[in-house]
């Protein structure tokens, strides 16, 4: 039995100059066929159906590119966290029983972003204030 990972990936244009979106699907399966056409032709139609799968979505207007908002009044700017602070934020969310969307709505309404959006200050504030158990409160 082999294994395959099968990946389509698009940019679009979005709003703002020399702006795009990237969207993408990653498909695993199992091919148990041994001669080399029959994988090829089962690699063929995956990769089809992962391709078709993104363009219908786009088509759809699920994926449409979406204009990044402007930073809200006050937010700081500066160098995005770390995917290590982001990791560990998201780990100590779920060590206090902190849902993902939870988290994710009191990042927005303190910093007016997600947590993929937050600056390395931001991120350090968010760990201590869930490290002590406090819950995120908005912004003064």
């Given at each position: ?78 160098e995005k966290a770390s995917n290590k602070q982001v990791k560990y934020i998201t780990d100590l969310a779920a060590g206090r ?44």
């Amino acid at each position: 039995m082999l294994k395959a990972i099968v990946s389509y990936s698009k940019k679009v244009p979005a709003e703002g100059q020399f702006s795009s979106q990237g969207y993408s699907l990653s498909l695993e399966t199992e091919i148990s066929e041994n001669e080399p056409g029959k994988i090829q032709a089962k690699l063929h139609d995956t990769f089809d159906l992962v391709k078709q799968t993104v363009e219908n979505e786009l088509a759809n207007g699920n994926g449409q590119a979406k204009p990044v908002p402007a930073p809200a009044a006050g937010r700081q700017t500066g160098e995005k966290a770390s995917n290590k602070q982001v990791k560990y934020i998201t780990d100590l969310a779920a060590g206090r029983e902190i849902s993902l969307s939870d988290l994710n709505a009191g990042i927005q309404k303190r910093y007016g972003g997600g947590l993929y959006d937050l600056t390395k200050k931001q991120a350090s504030e968010v760990v201590e204030e869930l490290k002590v158990g406090k819950p995120l409160r908005q912004a003064a």
